[in-house]
């Protein structure tokens, strides 16, 4: 490990931070759905990172990263599709301009 | 020499990584955004190399890169409105979200660097790391051996994922 | 022999040898990296500036022409003199264009395509960097091309652009699921993902112990080599710059040296993707008495010949034809191939193993031929033909 | 496979419906063909299972244990003994031949068969599982599936048969459950391993209420009078196979859970409550038969009759003898080929005639002759023929009986007149006097009919001519409960 | 070469399972495998008689149950008495079934008739050969279903679908009788092997006396279903239902014997422990008196020798009961030579007019010559004449009445023995002799039917020599054994005895061939005794209002009480919930709900102010519950 653990998981943190912040504040979905990308790799970040330490089985770690690759994946195309289907019947991909549960 | 080397460039693609991870979710353009994404996945794809987890960085590669960052990129054209370029790209509760954030950070920061990590890394420090690196050998055989149920339980998430998806995204 | 077969490897030892007189050990790794860097940087253009000439040799032979004569022997300075063409042209930005990523695109789009050299083994102990996961690298990377060329498509704003652009996603993404799996025979039979572990698996029978020469190899060679050629864009598969259709695809609105970038990257793919093949397949640089190097090169490039050759003699797909045939007709058999070489390592006796190889890959591609049969393009009857 | 027959057996069942699930509803033939082959099939592994049983072992064989809901200490553990495996056999063979007698079935077939698979496994599951959640679950299982079968394709009466019976049984269910959960939060640690809950010592009160918890439930299910009544309205409504199934199976899950569960884990509780079995036991018996008589329909009199065969089950288990034990157990095995069969017979001629009513009919022994001749053979085996396998079950029942009570079983024996009584006069009123005119045009039994009822006669004379070769199966499993009952180690 | 014995009862199963398969595909000549059965097994049989004449006994079993210590074993043990039933039994059904394919000929289920006699063959051997008291249950019970399926074999009538009925249920419950006093002897004495039943082998349970006298007299009641003896008598009669061969091989020469047989075979133990002695010598003799005094008036032809054949059965049981074991059991050889005989001519005469009915037949002998003779013979030697069979047996039995000790039975079954003969020939002269009372179209019956006829006479006149003086009483030394007494003329007896037989027949000839008219003035004067004879003792009446509608009363009120109480109970608590949650409904309604709408209308005005914050963006809400969480870290992080 060339650089110290903790530079890491503060790595991780201000990527979960910024990816936190382009969900609560992006108006498009797709720009949301690419922020929770951002999270989610700031999650893996922090696995990966603990995986080389003693705090997690190596395995585990490497194994528990490759899961949270591929569910991000799964969410991200499912995501996509609802926007897609979103997109057709409204015209729009902004949050504010979704409102079809709303009465 | 190298060493340093090495680290500097280390510090340098987290730097870029972050950047780049700024531009995410700050740029208007939302191309501009899914781009600089890729290459936040590229800087930590690089982390994950110098964490000598091959493995996943290539899968990061291969999966994000190459297939995520495709849908999104496909998503956004199919989306996107000229007039997109002239509305504002965010709503109006970005200062909240800052300040909440700027909270976040410095809680765990502060937690991140009060605690003691000698415990986990071992007593030197920076430097030394506990575990062997994995190999795709050990892997794989993690995978097909320990971890094959949720294996296979992702197996049919991943599945159902897709159906769902072209249920969902099919024109009728 | 040997020194011929290790002529580069040699050299290049010497070169260090040398700088370590005068250099300090971190340095010397340094100089090693840049040299493998720099054979690599160079070869790999050269060898996009020769495929250029080569192609329109070849396909002014196949169509009864001479193709480039004129500048220098055998048009053999043409290359240089297209160069040089391009270079000074001028370069035209669209208005309307995102100038940044208009300008970022040929340049992403070629790294890929270097970077995958890196893991190609040219001849043994001629790889640049041996990773133990080499083929997965060179997959992952190649798969980066795709966002370039979105990038190059959208970034032009250009309808044309738009079109190629999307119709490469589709395409590269739909192959890319069958040629990782047509790879994974190679990749079982070696049980390493390693490029050089590959080769050397295939290294018996006085270095003629190739995998094309199992039933399963070659039906793996023969899906791989085909995904590769739709990887490339090639045709027949090159629906993506279909130029009766949308002009030139995603790099209708290049020119001048960022035009050439596209070409270079896609002519070093088609190098790349027959290294490839044939180090998965044909035995990289194994074989009898040439150096292990004259081998390769021998092997990649037949199988590039064979591409041009298709460019020469096979016409267009239809977009849903080019498609069916990667879903419905290759994925399924890359995977019941994945499941007969399970079954040539757990059976034993030749005759059992052939038999019962050939037999389920020749049933079940019968039985696709047949499942696909509706799809197929119908022969169509010119009636006022005649 | 082989190591994991059991669960290959309960199931390929559940396997089979959710295939059919996904066929359209279009595809009867198919889908009727495929359940009969899957029952065949596991008719198949149910003789694999036969051949592979160790007769002279007492511990239980096919044994699989795997951890379930370690949290709370569930274990899915299946396995076998030599008395679980004649119940499992005849679920197998009755489930077969119902399937291929369900063929007069002609509406919503893939939802029949659905379910009927499904009914199969609860059945297969109760008889098979050897952790006491695992064994609810199953039991449970069994009712809905029941429920749907009895209230879609019954008669005219079904909503209230169905209802009636899948409240009734819910209501036994729940008591077995408390005493479920009385054991499971006696032993420590808890757990609900059957084996495991045989070890404790558990006080003689606590037995007698914990017994009587489980009596209830499996009283309803057997049923043992007065807890009878839903038997012969569901039977009269249910459509033929199931009326099969509900009297040749679902009855001897309840006296299987006497073997199973209260008897080797509450032994003193069984002993507590001994003479109090053999009292319902007797009336059960003697009252079957009388109301029996009294019937004018088909289906209901073999129903009342259903009662009193099993209080020949119930009177063995009161013995607690050697004789008494193996005769319940057999007697389940028989009253199971008998009685499925004389309800399938009931089912040929009611595809007919559409009329169960006995009074109706008269003569037939003349137009159906080879009806008549399964008809009688069946009824004589009811009565308990010697040389049909009912007398030696009846015998050995009252031979267990007789050494402890001897009274109980000199008024059971009125059981075996009264059985001669209303059985005869159902073949006088059926098949013998003047051929009724209305039904001069009824044709014979056809083949396929023939081909659901030879196996159990098979069996029937088999088991009555040398009992020993299905004795020899259940006897050891026996002689190690019967030493628990008697509270000597084992 | 003692396994052989498994043969016999083997060929004539065989046969049945053969004919009830294929043989309606034989027709007429389906006859011939059951015949060539029964001759098979009469054939195999014979060996073993003779060995047992030689004072042989073949003994054979196999371990046919065994649960814990109890065991059960079958096989066969031939002793004297089993080797004299193998020979009535072959001999006398053979002769039977060949009679029977003149009798049966042109009948629909022609083929199915010999199946059951085929099966019959079998079962009855099987309880000939019967090791143990189990297998011989067994068998008695698949001979009483044969007995069932064949009185039901015209099952169209439905008084012969009653009677078989009747037959199987009155049986039965003496079988049960039968089958608990095997519990009983099972586990006193732990064997059920008939060989044990002996004074050797009981000796050690002697203290157990009542039990085992008990046991006695239970299996001495199944005895009485199957031999028809006084209460459960009245099956036999409505038996007669039946084809005739049925009646002359079940319900006079083999079957009913059966019970006889079972008598004598507990012989050991019924002497053992003598109290049981004196009801059954009762039951014999009341049965022997009553019947034929039924007999004296009825007018169907079948139905006097049914009422004979109980009067007959009465006599044997009351011979074993009265220790003349010997006796008893050589009326059960004789009886079954000249009854079936008896039948066999009845069925004849039947054949030829197609009537049952005494009163409508008369002066048959011209044109059924050997009918009448044969008949003749048979009802001499019932009547007791010397020295036909039935006089040497009969007299034994008379005998051992007398020196029983109690006179009255010697008195009674003298009367009866006078009766007995009295209506036999009331019976020859009005069927054969006198005028024809109504004009037939009769004819004589084909050989097939007359040979058999001749043999069975030649064997009536015959059978009951080896047991008179002239041979030495061989046969009574034969059968008993070693515990045979010595054998004495009572010359006493004797003439009695014939002067009885003697007086009944001119009686008879008296009566009904010089002085025809008196019968009827006879009957006017003695009418309460007419009507008694003539109704049975109002025996079936009895039953019908007691038992049976006692039987059925209790099953239908128990029906009502099922649908009514027991099932209205669980319907009662059904709709006793329902009501209880209707009630439940109006308090939740009313009182309930109405707590909650006020709760409602309170909340209603609060939310419709805090209404404010849902803003129906996902966003808004995700920053407002971040930072919640973000305040609960902070809290937590602050402990």
């Known amino acids: 490990m060339l650089i110290p653990l903790e530079h890491i998981l503060i790595f991780s943190t201000l990527l979960f931070a910024i990816g936190v912040y382009g969900v609560l504040v992006r108006r498009n979905v797709v720009g949301i759905l690419i922020s929770i990308e951002l999270i989610l790799n700031s999650v893996n970040v922090n696995l990966i990172a603990f995986s080389r330490s003693n705090a997690l089985d190596p395995v585990m770690g490497q194994v528990f990263a490759i899961f949270v690759i591929t569910l991000a994946a799964v969410g991200a195309t499912v995501g996509l599709a609802i926007v897609l289907a979103l997109y057709r019947i409204k015209r729009t991909v902004y949050t504010d301009e979704i409102n079809l549960l709303k009465w | 020499m190298l060493p340093i080397l090495a680290k500097l460039f280390i510090y340098g693609v987290l730097f870029l990584s972050l950047v780049a991870a700024l531009g995410v979710v700050l740029l208007p353009n939302i191309f501009h955004a899914a781009l600089c994404l890729v290459g936040t996945l590229l800087g930590i794809a690089a982390l994950y190399l110098a964490l000598q987890a091959e493995f996943i960085a290539v899968v990061q590669v291969l999966l994000y890169v190459g297939a995520v960052m495709t849908l999104v990129i496909f998503a956004i054209m199919l989306t996107h409105r000229i007039g997109d370029m002239t509305i504002p790209q965010t709503n109006k509760q970005s200062l909240p979200a800052c300040l909440a954030l700027f909270a976040f950070v410095v809680l765990i920061g502060g937690l991140l660097l009060k605690t003691d990590w000698s415990i986990l890394v071992g007593t030197g420090g920076s430097v030394a790391s506990v575990n062997p690196p994995v190999d795709t050998f050990m892997l794989g055989k993690a995978l097909l051996g320990e971890y094959v149920f949720p294996f296979e339980v992702v197996s049919v998430i991943l599945i159902a994922g897709l159906i769902g998806a072209i249920v969902v995204a099919r024109k009728d | 022999m040997i020194f011929l077969d290790q002529i580069f490897v040699n050299s290049k030892k010497a070169i260090l040898n040398l700088a370590s007189a005068f250099l300090p050990t971190d340095a010397i790794l340094i100089v090693s990296a840049l040299i493998s860097i720099g054979a690599i940087a160079a070869f790999g253009p050269f060898t996009m500036m020769y495929l250029t000439w080569f192609e329109r040799k070849l396909v002014g032979r196949i169509q009864n022409r001479i193709g480039p004569n004129r500048v220098g022997i055998f048009g053999l300075l043409q290359p240089i003199a297209d160069g040089i063409k391009m270079l000074t042209k001028e370069d035209i930005v669209p208005a309307g264009a995102d100038k940044v990523v208009h300008f970022l695109a040929p340049v992403v789009v070629v790294i890929p395509a270097l970077l995958v050299f890196s893991v190609v083994p040219f001849g043994r102990n ?10 997965l690298f060179f997959l992952a990377v190649s798969a980066m091309t795709t966002i370039a060329i979105f990038m190059g498509s959208w970034a032009s704003r250009n309808k044309f652009s738009l079109l190629g652009g999307m119709r490469t996603v589709a395409q590269l993404v739909s192959y890319e699921v069958p040629m990782v799996l047509a790879a994974v025979p190679a990749i079982l039979a070696s049980g390493s993902l390693s490029t050089v572990d590959i080769v050397e698996a295939q290294g018996g029978w006085n270095g003629l112990k190739w995998f094309v020469f199992t039933p399963w190899g070659f039906v793996g060679f023969l899906m791989f080599y085909l995904c590769g050629v739709a990887e490339c864009n090639r045709t027949p598969f090159d629906i993506p710059e279909a130029e009766s259709e949308i002009v030139a695809g995603f790099h209708t609105e290049y020119s001048g040296m960022k035009f050439a970038l596209w070409y270079m990257a896609e002519f070093m793919s088609v190098f790349t993707i027959s290294a490839l093949t044939a180090t998965l397949y044909l035995g990289g640089y194994q074989g009898p008495w040439l150096p292990s190097w004259a081998w390769f090169m021998i092997k990649t490039y037949a199988l590039v010949f064979v591409m041009m050759w298709f460019r020469g003699t096979l016409p267009r797909l239809r977009v849903d034809q080019m498609m069916g045939l990667a879903w419905k007709f290759l994925l399924p058999l890359t995977l019941i191939n994945i499941l007969v070489t399970g079954l040539w390592y757990f059976t034993s006796g030749l005759g059992l193993r052939l038999g019962l190889s050939i037999g389920i890959l020749l049933v079940s591609s019968w039985v696709l031929v047949l499942f696909n049969r509706p799809y197929m393009p119908e022969k169509r009857v010119y009636e006022f033909a005649e | 496979m082989l190591n994991h027959l059991l669960s290959w057996i309960v199931f390929v069942p559940l396997a089979g419906a959710i295939v059919i699930l996904f066929f359209p509803k279009s595809m009867t033939q198919w889908i009727k063909w495929k359940a009969t082959a899957l029952c065949g099939f596991n008719l198949l592994l149910g003789c694999i299972l036969l051949a592979k049983f160790n007769p002279n072992v007492t511990d239980i064989q096919f044994l699989e244990k795997a951890s379930w809901i370690p949290q709370i200490g569930v274990n899915y553990t299946l396995g076998v003994d ?30 029949y068969y659905f379910l009927y698979l499904l009914l199969s496994t609860g059945m297969l599951g109760t008889f098979v599982a050897l952790d006491l959640f695992l064994f609810y679950i199953f039991w449970e299982v069994v009712l809905v599936p029941m429920y749907f079968l009895i209230g879609i394709w019954g008669g005219p009466r079904k909503e209230y048969a169905a209802i009636k019976f899948f409240l009734y049984t819910l209501a036994g269910s729940l008591f077995m459950l408390l005493g479920i959960l009385a054991l499971y939060f006696y032993s420590s640690p808890h757990t609900f391993d059957m084996t495991e809950l045989g070890k404790i010592a558990y006080s003689r009160t606590f037995q007698q209420f914990v017994f009587l918890a489980f009596f209830l439930g499996f009283a309803i299910k057997v049923p043992i009078w007065p807890f009878h009544t839903w038997l012969p309205d569901a039977h009269v409504e249910a459509p033929t196979p199931i009326s099969v199934l509900l009297a040749g199976v679902l009855l001897k899950m309840g006296t299987y859970g006497f073997f199973r569960i209260s008897y080797p884990i509450l032994p003193d509780g069984a002993r507590w409550f001994q003479p109090w079995m053999g009292v319902l036991a007797v009336t059960g018996i003697i009252y079957g038969g009388f109301v029996s008589l009294a019937q004018q329909d088909f289906k209901k009199m073999i129903a009342y009759s259903s009662v009193s065969h099993m209080g020949f089950v119930l009177l063995g288990l009161a013995a607690f003898t050697q004789d008494g034990l193996n005769g319940a ?18 089912g040929v001629l009611y595809d007919r005639a559409h009329s169960r009513d006995l009074n109706g009919f008269g003569g037939l022994g003349v137009k159906m002759t080879v009806y008549s001749g399964i008809l009688i053979f069946f009824s004589l085996a009811s009565l308990g023929l010697p040389g049909l396998s009912g007398f030696v079950s009846e015998f050995l029942c009252l031979l267990g009986t007789f050494q402890v009570y001897r009274w109980f079983a000199v008024l059971a024996c009125i059981g075996i007149i009264l059985a001669a009584t209303y059985l005869l ?22 083949r396929r009919e023939i081909f659901t009822l030879v196996p159990l006669m098979i069996f029937i004379l088999a088991v009555g001519v040398y009992p020993k070769f299905i004795l020899e199966y259940m006897a050891p499993a026996l002689t190690a409960l019967l030493a628990k009952l008697n509270g000597i180690p084992f | 070469m003692v396994t052989l014995a498994y043969l016999i ?13 294929f043989g309606k595909r034989f027709g007429d000549k389906s006859a011939w495998v059951a015949i060539g059965a029964s001759l098979l097994s009469l054939i195999l049989s014979t060996p073993f008689v003779m060995g047992a004449v030689q004072g042989q006994i073949f003994v054979h079993h196999f371990e046919w149950l065994r649960i814990g210590s109890a065991l059960f074993l079958f096989g066969f043990s031939i002793d004297a008495l089993s080797a004299m039933m193998l020979f009535v039994v072959t001999v006398v059904g053979t002769l039977i079934i060949i009679y029977s394919v003149g009798y049966m000929h042109g009948d629909p289920r022609f083929s199915r008739f010999f199946a059951y006699l085929s099966l019959f063959m079998a079962s009855m051997l099987s309880l000939v050969l019967a090791n143990s008291l189990l297998m011989l249950y067994i068998s008695w019970e698949l001979v009483g279903l044969c007995s069932y399926l064949l009185i039901g074999f015209w099952f169209e009538k439905p008084s012969a679908a009653a009677a078989s009925k009747k037959a199987f249920i009155t049986t039965r419950v003496g079988d049960i009788a039968l089958f608990l006093g095997m519990l009983l002897l099972f586990f006193t004495t732990g064997t059920l092997e008939l060989r044990n039943l002996n004074h050797e082998f009981l000796a050690p349970f002697a203290s157990q006396s009542k039990v085992l006298t008990l046991a006695g007299l239970l299996i001495f009641g199944g005895a009485v279903g199957k031999s028809a003896q006084f209460p459960l008598h009245v099956w036999l009669p409505d038996a007669m239902e039946g084809p005739t061969p049925v009646s002359a091989l079940i319900h006079a020469a083999t079957m009913v014997a059966a019970g006889v047989y079972l008598v004598a075979r507990s012989f050991g133990l019924i002497t053992f422990f003598p109290d049981a002695l004196l009801p059954i010598a009762t039951i014999g003799t009341i049965t022997a008196f009553m019947a034929a005094f039924i007999a004296l008036t009825q007018t169907d032809i079948k139905r006097v020798l049914a009422y004979s054949t109980i009067s007959q059965l009465g006599f044997m049981i009351a011979a074993l009961g009265l220790k003349g074991y010997g006796a008893g059991t050589f009326h059960l050889m004789t009886h079954a030579f000249f009854k079936a005989l008896l039948f066999l001519g009845a069925g004849s005469v039947i054949h030829g007019t197609g009537t049952q009915d005494i009163r409508e037949m008369g002066g048959l002998w011209k044109k059924m010559p050997h009918t009448t003779f044969t008949f003749l013979i048979a009802s001499l030697a019932i009547a007791g004449v010397p020295p036909l069979s039935g006089f040497w047996s009969k007299d034994e039995i008379l005998v051992s009445a007398y020196e029983s000790g109690m006179p009255i039975f010697y008195y009674l079954l003298s009367i009866t023995a006078t009766m007995t003969a009295f209506y036999m020939f009331r019976l020859v002269f009005l069927t054969f002799f006198g005028k024809p009372r109504k004009e037939f179209h009769v004819h004589e019956s084909p050989a097939i039917m007359t040979i058999p006829l001749w043999l069975l006479a030649i064997g009536s006149a015959l059978v009951g020599l080896p047991g008179s003086p002239w041979m030495n009483h061989f046969f009574q030394t034969f059968i008993e054994g070693s515990h045979g007494a010595e054998h004495a003329i009572n010359l006493f007896v004797m003439g009695i005895s014939v002067g009885l037989g003697a007086f009944g027949i001119v009686l008879a000839w008296l009566l009904y061939l010089v002085f025809p008219a008196v019968p009827e003035k006879l009957g006017a004067i003695f009418k309460p005794l007419y009507l008694a004879s003539n109704r049975k003792l109002w025996f079936d009446e009895l039953y019908q209002a007691t038992v049976i509608r006692g039987w059925y009363a209790l099953s239908s009120a128990l029906a009502k009480f099922d649908l009514g109480v027991i099932d209205g109970l669980v319907n009662a608590t059904g709709i006793g919930n329902l009501r209880l949650s209707d009630i439940q409904n109006w308090i939740d309604i009313h009182i309930v709900d109405g707590a909650v709408n006020g709760v409602g209308a309170l909340t209603r005005g609060f939310s419709s ?8 963006f996902v966003q808004n809400y995700l920053i407002i519950s971040f930072i919640g969480a973000l305040m609960l870290l902070f809290f937590e992080l602050r402990k």
């Open chain 3, 126 to 135: 001629m790889v640049a960097i041996d990773l133990n996961i080499g083929l």
């Open chain 4, 82 to 111: 030599g008395i679980s495996l004649p119940m499992v056999f005849l679920t197998l063979l009755l489930s077969c031949l119902a399937c291929i007698g369900s063929f007069g079935i002609k509406e919503r077939e893939k939802e």
């Open chain 4, 329 to 346: 157990l057999l007697q389940m095995f028989n009253h199971g080929t008998i009685t499925g069969g004389l309800f399938l017979l009931v």
């Open chain 4, 425 to 446: 006069y159902m073949i006088q009123r059926v098949l013998l006097g003047p051929l009724n005119p209305k039904w001069s045009s009824l044709p014979d039994i056809n």
């Open chain 5, 9 to 21: 009862p083997l060929f004539p199963l065989l046969a049945f399972a053969f004919l009830i398969f």
């Open chain 5, 609 to 616: 102010a805090l209404r404010k914050i849902q803003t129906g």
